[in-house]
């Protein structure tokens, strides 16, 4: 099909292996051209041509043509729409107003089919149709809207589709976590519940930005990590136990014997030889704490740091223990000021128990703190390191505790105050010499 732009910078983009963005808005740019559902399109039908049209010739003249932000929005939310205004409007004025809409995705991604038409039709009827699911925010991303179509979405979801916006700007972006206890056996607390529960008791954060800079919760039911949450969220919430993992011996005979695939037979349709328990499990332990004493596999749990490498190895013969809870760990972010990190042990063990108030404190303290000290566009991390993580354990009122400590002279910020020596830093010098010789 002919689109109103010549695009041949990005049509070139096409002819690599991998699926193309330019194909995608080719397809959807000929949808609406053609119009099988005769929708009353309420913006421009060529927006996506005009897209396209604008991303050539930001690459022909290596110039972006999008003006900064601006503010834009429903009545009483200040976060969930991120501003787009092209500044080639006469050019592509199907692009004019382009903004984005965050939409708060389910827990665990579960959707009816009969939802994800809503969504999709709606969206075709009073934006571009083109969206993503889903964004690493985790939302569902609608992309390419005009100002005027904001709040006839807006009320469309929240009052016909009970679907609320997400997160945007320096707000609580819309919690995050893994499926969790719904399909996974490796889960140490039900993820979805906590998100769930967080995501309403912080409404007023989620939707009213009021923080120094952006903050996200995800949340993790086992240090497998399927949402990343360690080196995406401000606070990571991850499931973990403190008691002994479960061994069945008779499945890890059946494992040595070769009855059982590894890995849950995900790496198999390749010879990689017969399984070697010693080789793929055992040698890998990153805490070197599991041994063989005949057929039967030994772990020291006080060594073992809940990697669950031998779990996902061998998932019938090893389970995680039943003392279930989760870790909080505080401060990832991807760079904006200094470089990108992952977050540091705060709490190495929580019960996870309703209504969740040893969870609230702790977000609550490291808030008020965040709140009064950080700087505009601070991330909580960034904090962490100019102030310290000392300032953070008084702040939260939490002791320093060896799990904190990485490893020896890794990262030793945490010392002793004043008042808690005996005499304080200045010492009797006379007093002194009366125990010690010269
Ligand atoms: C068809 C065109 C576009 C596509 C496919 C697209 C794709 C996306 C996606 C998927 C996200 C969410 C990322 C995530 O959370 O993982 C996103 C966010 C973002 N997009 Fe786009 N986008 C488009 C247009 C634009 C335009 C026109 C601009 C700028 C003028 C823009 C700037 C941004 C920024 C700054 C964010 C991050 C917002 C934040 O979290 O602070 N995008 N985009
Ligand atoms: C309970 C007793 C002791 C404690 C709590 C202690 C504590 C420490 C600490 C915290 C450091 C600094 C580690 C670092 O740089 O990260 C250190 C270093 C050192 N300690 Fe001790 N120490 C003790 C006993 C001793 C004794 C008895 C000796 C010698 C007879 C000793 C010799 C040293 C030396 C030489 C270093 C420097 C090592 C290096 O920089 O490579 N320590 N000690
Ligand atoms: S993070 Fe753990 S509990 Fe959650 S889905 Fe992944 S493996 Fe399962
Ligand atoms: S979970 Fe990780 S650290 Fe613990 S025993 Fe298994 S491999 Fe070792």
């Known amino acids: 099909m002919a689109f109103k732009h010549e695009t041949p910078l990005l049509d070139q983009l096409e ?164 499926l969790g206890e719904s399909r996974c056996e490796w889960a140490c607390y039900n993820t979805q519940e906590l998100c769930y529960q967080l995501t309403h008791e912080y409404q007023d954060e989620l939707h009213r930005p009021a923080f120094p800079y952006k903050f996200k919760f995800k949340f993790d039911g086992c240090p497998n990590g399927c949402v990343a949450a360690i080196a995406r969220a401000d606070m990571s919430f991850l499931g973990t136990w403190r008691d002994n993992i479960r061994i069945d011996q008779e499945a890890v005979k059946a494992y040595v014997g070769g ?45 073992c740091n809940r990697c669950m490498h031998c779990i996902n190895v061998m998932p019938r013969a090893l389970r995680p223990g039943e003392d279930k809870g989760l870790s909080i760990l505080v401060g990832a972010k991807a760079p904006i000021l200094d470089g990108a990190q992952m977050s ?43 102030q310290g993580f000392q300032k953070l354990l008084d702040m939260t009122g939490l002791k320093a505790l060896a799990q904190h400590v990485q490893e020896p002279r890794h990262n030793p910020y945490i010392f002793w105050r004043e008042e808690e020596v005996p005499g304080g830093f200045s010492q009797d010098i006379t007093d002194f010499r009366k125990r010690h010789q010269r």
């Open 259 to 303: 009855e059982l695939p590894p890995n849950g037979g995900a790496h198999s349709g390749r010879d990689w030889g017969p399984f070697d328990i010693q080789k793929e499990v055992i040698d890998r332990c990153p805490t070197q704490c599991m041994w063989m004493e005949g057929d039967q596999l030994k772990i020291n749990d006080k060594e």
């Open 15 to 178: 002819s690599g292996p991998w699926p193309s963005f330019v194909s995608d808005l080719k397809r959807q740019a000929t949808h609406r051209k053609e119009n099988p559902d005769n929708v009353e399109y309420q913006i421009d039908t060529d927006c996506v041509e005009d897209i396209l049209g604008v991303v050539e010739l930001s690459y022909k003249e290596k110039e972006v043509h999008w003006k900064h932000g601006g503010i834009v929005g429903v009545f009483g939310y200040g976060g969930g729409v991120i501003g787009r205004y092209c500044d080639q409007p006469e050019q592509f004025p199907g692009v004019a107003h382009f903004h984005t809409l965050r939409v708060n995705q389910p827990n665990g991604k579960y959707y009816t089919t009969d939802y994800l038409r809503r969504i999709c039709d709606l969206w075709d009827f009073r934006g571009s149709g083109v969206m993503n699911m889903h964004g690493s925010t985790g939302d569902i991303i609608f992309l390419g809207t005009r100002t005027e179509q904001l709040e006839e979405i807006f009320y469309e979801m929240t009052h016909k589709m009970d679907q609320d916006l997400g997160g945007s700007g320096s707000n609580l972006r819309t919690p995050s976590c893994c």
């Open 344 to 386: 540091s042990m705060l709490v190495p063990f929580m019960k996870v128990e309703e209504p969740y108030d040893d969870i609230k404190e702790v977000i609550e303290n490291i808030w008020d703190w965040w709140m009064e000290e950080g700087k505009n566009r601070e991330r909580l991390g960034e904090l962490i390191k100019r």
